[in-house]
């Protein structure tokens, strides 16, 4: 990726200045799960016909603060003009660094510090993944006792390598199988915890998991051997965290067709499932549950832009706010949306939520999730197309996320039960409104709410 080394140059002078050398210690765990349970598992929201349902009496545990993460590292940078918009994205979580590129290069200490000094500034919480691919353990313990021990940044989360399962494609590793990749894992972990026991492992960051048996996009290795399975059978005694990346689109690997906006409006669902079907996956072959994490994940793998569905798309806000809110609600852990910001220099690729000069639509899923609640609560809903997701504040009080995925506008029915509903704050995200405050609007009729084609509704209850 081409980058400005002289931008590069003044960001650390920057970041220095922002107090480089202060120890930073982050919590070890979300406050929803450890290494060896989850109390709060999911439940399963059970639709009321034509209605949008909430009950705030069913509270179903804390939400990861975590989930609200992307992708960042070297090989970018924010734009010039922009580093206000990166500190305010809300973004809580940070992977780095990121990507191929960790498998290609040697992270260098003063990029850790720059990295670190910027998730400081963020308020985010790093991750890291350690050289696998022309890595040694002695490399990864090296990286986890400088960054923990010398530094005390005290990074929890660790993960080795970047989409192992893609390893064979390359010339040097056409023969790389589950069987090398799992024995590789272990002898980097075993390594890596010598030098900090307390380090929390990810793996094995496989490119695709759907759940769904013969998958186009199912990740076998070249014998026909399940990636995840094998990972599971061999370290899940070492795992703590358990992850994969998804890109839905395109379908066919290495095709220019974009998805439409029926496509990601039917995709939704196919996420939640395979969270679903990993934690059942996780449970028969361990015999405990693992929380989960997907570190990275938008609608598109390749580098499109400027279509109705593509990662810089209206639609592709619409979409990720319903994904999200899916996640949230099968209670994961961890979710990085890749990518924080379009690489320096790059104009012709629809990832990133920031990119030169400009946000994207999806910086504004991340606004409207900021006034969300921080514990779950029971919501489902009966109408196609329509998600509502609901949470309390730690002063009592429901927030309410209802998405139209329709391109028309709809009049819905919400009941919350114990609250008769007439007034609410209310912040929108449509097409003409990027995630703004409406302040406290009246319910156009008793229980039912006016949502515009294509939005994203937030709604406070006072308690």
Not at 73 to 99: E, K
Not at 293 to 310: D, F, L, P
Not at 315 to 338: F, H, K, P, S, T
Not at 363 to 379: D, L, N, P, S, W
Request: glycine share 8%.
């Amino acid at each position: 990726m081409k980058r400005s080394f002289l931008f590069i140059t003044i960001v650390m002078m920057f970041l220095t200045a922002c107090g480089l050398g202060k120890p930073m210690v982050f919590p070890s765990d979300a406050p929803s799960s450890s290494p060896t349970s989850l109390p709060n598992p999911t439940v399963i929201p059970t639709a009321q016909p034509d209605m949008l349902y909430v009950d705030p009496t069913r509270e179903l545990g804390p939400i990861s603060p975590y989930v609200y993460g992307s992708n960042y590292g070297p090989w970018t940078a924010v734009p010039v003009g922009m580093m206000d918009q990166a500190l305010n994205s809300r973004i809580s979580a940070l992977r780095f660094p990121g990507g191929s590129w960790g498998d290609h290069n040697d992270v260098q200490e003063f990029q850790i510090d720059m990295f670190m000094a910027f998730c400081k500034q963020v308020g985010a919480m790093p991750t890291f993944t350690v050289r696998l691919l022309g890595g040694t353990p002695e490399a990864a313990a090296e990286m986890v006792r400088y960054t923990n021990i010398e530094k005390k940044y005290g990074v929890v989360y660790w993960a080795i390598g970047n989409e192992p399962d893609l390893y064979y494609k390359l010339a040097a590793s056409s023969d790389y199988d589950t069987v090398r990749y799992n024995q590789e894992w272990r002898a980097f972990a075993k390594a890596m915890r010598v030098v900090d026991p307390s380090i929390k492992l990810i793996g094995p960051e496989i490119s695709n998991f759907t759940g769904i048996p013969n998958h186009a996009f199912h990740a076998l290795d070249i014998h026909g051997k399940d990636w995840m399975s094998e990972f599971l059978k061999s370290n899940g005694d070492m795992v703590d965290v358990v992850s994969f990346h998804r890109y839905p689109f395109p379908k066919v690997e290495y095709s220019s067709v974009q998805a439409t906006v029926d496509e990601l409006r039917q995709d939704s669902q196919i996420w939640v499932q395979a969270v679903r079907e990993l934690r059942k996956l996780i449970q028969d072959t361990t015999g405990r549950d693992i929380p989960i994490a997907i570190t990275e994940a938008n609608s598109a793998s390749t580098n499109v832009i400027q279509g109705e569905a593509t990662p810089d798309s209206f639609y592709n806000a619409i979409w990720w706010a319903d994904v999200l809110g899916g996640l949230i609600n099968e209670n994961v852990l961890m979710v990085n949306y890749w990518v924080l910001t379009t690489a320096s220099g790059e104009t012709q690729s629809g990832l990133g939520l920031i990119a030169l000069g400009k946000v994207r639509p999806t910086y504004y899923v991340y606004q409207m999730y900021g006034g969300f609640g921080t514990e779950r609560v029971y919501a489902a809903s009966g109408i196609k197309d329509v998600s509502v997701y609901a949470a309390k504040r730690a002063d009592g009080s429901v927030t309410i996320m209802v998405i139209n995925l329709m391109d028309s506008e709809q009049r819905v029915p919400l009941q919350v039960r114990g609250m008769a509903l007439s007034k609410a704050e209310t912040w929108l995200f449509d097409k003409a409104h990027e995630a703004e405050g409406l302040g406290e609007l009246s319910f156009p009729s008793a229980g039912r709410l006016d949502l515009s084609a294509q939005s994203i509704s937030l709604y406070e209850l006072a308690k």
